[in-house]
């Protein structure tokens, strides 16, 4: 099992990034899956999580109206659209898959500052 995340960086307040979650060796498409993050001295949270199908998704307050979560399940790739972006967005973010099972991948940083 894997998953790999891609597109964190270093990007302005107000800028906008792309996470990609590349996943491989389980049943994708039957997966709830999840972008969670984790800022320095902070406890990992929920940021958006979306069902297997696509057909429901649930965002963390504090990204409400700004990030956009979406999954392709022919590509096996969940993506989080991020927007408006804030020095407080800045952490560790990290890609899970759960059903039976709940897996995590490595993570990618995003660094919101000027």
């Known amino acids: 099992v894997q998953l790999v995340e891609s597109g964190g960086g270093l990007v302005q307040p107000g800028g906008s990034l792309r996470l990609s979650c590349a996943a491989s060796?389980?049943?994708?498409?039957?997966?709830?899956m999840s972008w969670y993050r984790q800022a320095p001295r902070k406890e990992r949270e929920l940021v958006a999580l979306?069902?297997?199908?696509?057909?429901?998704?649930n965002y963390g307050d504090s990204v409400k109206g700004r990030f956009i979560i979406s999954r392709d399940n022919a590509k096996n790739t969940v993506y989080l659209q991020m927007n408006s972006l804030k020095p407080e967005d800045t952490a560790v973010y990290y890609c899970?898959?759960?059903?039976?099972?709940?897996?995590w991948g490595q993570g990618t940083q995003v660094t919101v500052s000027s």
């Open positions: 899970n898959a759960r059903l039976y099972y709940s897996y």
């Open positions: 060796g389980f049943t994708f498409s039957s997966y709830v």
């Open positions: 979306i069902t297997s199908a696509g057909g429901s998704t």
